[in-house]
């Protein structure tokens, strides 16, 4: 599987269309010395490539330092899906890390490979045989179970920027980082904000299957950490349009129908009635895909829940003002590439001008791709400042390097009202 260079024709057009207002408004990170790239030894043709070990587990994660090198001496290799069921995903972070690379200055870019790990049987052959072709700075690869395998294999690798998370308790090796859009971090920044709003307790209603469960675990530890506590939650099945039982079970709005319903009996009379739903709650947090919130949103309304505040994760949100009057109301956590600013609102112009016939997908992706081209002139340069904070503030939110090489992401706090986006304040 043959590598192919950055500078394909598909892009050449994006390379002559971005503007000068978005580079200005990337310099903090873009700001290098033009120096003249090395030439390189042959590589030796008898490198042995070393298979993955199990996982290793260590009390604390591994140091992790700045590969503090010339940027036009580095050489990077993007290891994405290309083909396959997740080549549209790594299609649109391979269009967001090539969109950052083209704003910069030919002079001062770095070399750049292109891998397709569609197909891949050993991730780790596949970062030996880039690093033989001389990269020496690995982005990728994208899916967990190949960033589990690059973790885990002893043989010597330059840094890298893994494109997702290690599972929990799973050390990182010395300058292995890690950024991802994760739904648990998110999670567990939802319940640091149901907490600063002075709210304790609550309910869930999540999605039944992987996703909620590990959404609504990372939820409950950070609000129990915090002193808050969940007193039930419901489950709904997304492959159903209706969510009416399990919102009524949670609600108690049954237990106000039965107490009806024995009244009657032992009145003998039937009653004029409006049902009742628990008053004992604070806050709901429900977490679920855009489509399904904006019908969840007006049924907690129909179930009398419209005055108690519901929080959500980002993936409550997609870009609709119609559609998205019915999540009036709904607080939320995004990245300030689909809220708005200044940066993100610059590059979706200069993009949308680079392919004004239709182009990639500007959705979260796009951004997290832009953004880890950005970690990486950052991480190269040691443009690291103090409590790890990483300049300038990215598409997917203000970054910091944490323990174990984790990027932590800030995010925008946003209510929709009337179907606009409302920002709120900082807590």
């Given amino acids: 599987m043959a590598p192919k260079e950055a500078t394909v024709k598909h892009f050449s057009t994006l390379k002559r269309s971005f503007s000068l207002a978005v580079l200005s408004a990337a310099a903090a990170v873009l700001a290098g010395c033009a120096v003249p ?20 587990i260590a009390p604390r994660p591994a140091p992790v330092t700045a590969v503090n090198l010339p940027l036009p001496e580095v050489r990077i290799a993007l290891l994405v899906p290309e083909s396959g069921p997740l080549g549209g995903a790594g299609q649109s972070v391979r269009d967001g890390f090539l969109t950052a690379y083209y704003q910069m200055p030919p ?15 050993s991730i780790p052959e596949l970062i030996a045989r880039a690093t033989d072709a001389g990269a020496n700075f690995i982005v990728g690869p994208l899916i967990r179970s190949n960033v589990e395998a690059a973790a885990a294999d002893d043989q010597s690798r330059p840094a890298m920027l893994a494109l997702n998370f290690l599972p929990h308790g799973m050390a990182a090796p010395p300058r292995f980082y890690q950024f991802a859009l994760s739904p648990t971090a998110e999670a567990r920044m939802v319940a640091r904000r149901v907490l600063a709003d002075g709210h304790r307790i609550g309910i869930a209603i999540v999605p039944k ?9 990372a939820f409950r530890r950070q609000l129990e950490a915090g002193g808050g506590r969940l007193l ?141 081209y950005h970690l990486t002139v950052a991480l190269v340069k040691g443009q690291i400042g103090p409590h790890g904070s990483i300049d300038p503030n990215g598409l997917t939110g203000r970054l910091r390097l944490g323990p174990g090489g984790h990027i932590h992401r800030g995010l925008l706090w946003a209510q929709l009202r009337n179907g606009e986006i409302r920002i709120l304040p900082a807590r």
Avoid at 37 to 56: E, G, K
Avoid at 107 to 121: D, F, K, M, Q
Avoid at 209 to 217: C, H, P, Y
Wanted: glycine content about 8%.
């Fill in 209 to 217: 299957g992987t996703w909620g469960t590990r959404v609504l675990d």
């Fill in 232 to 372: 039930a939650v419901a489950r709904i099945n997304l492959k159903h349009n209706d969510y009416a039982g399990p919102i009524t079970r949670v609600l108690l709005i049954n237990q106000s129908e039965a107490r009806r319903r024995d009244l009657q009996w032992l009145l003998g009379m039937r009653l004029g009635f409006v049902p009742r739903r628990r008053q004992d709650i604070q806050f709901i947090f429900a977490p679920a895909p855009a489509h399904v919130e904006r019908q969840l949103e007006p049924e907690l309304r129909f179930f009398y829940a419209n005055n108690v505040p519901t929080y959500s994760t980002s993936d409550a949100f997609a870009p609709n003002p119609v559609a998205n009057q019915n999540l009036d109301g709904l607080r939320f956590l995004d990245m300030p590439w689909l809220l708005g600013g200044p940066l993100p609102d610059a590059v979706r112009a200069t993009a949308e001008r680079a392919w004004p016939y239709g182009g990639p997908d500007l959705g979260r992706l796009f951004a997290f791709g832009f953004d880890a």
């Fill in 107 to 121: 002079h001062e870019r770095p070399r750049l490979r292109i891998y397709n790990t569609a197909g891949v049987r």
């Fill in 37 to 56: 790239p090395p030439r390189y030894a042959p590589p030796p043709s008898s490198r042995r490539v070393a298979v993955a070990r199990p996982v290793r």
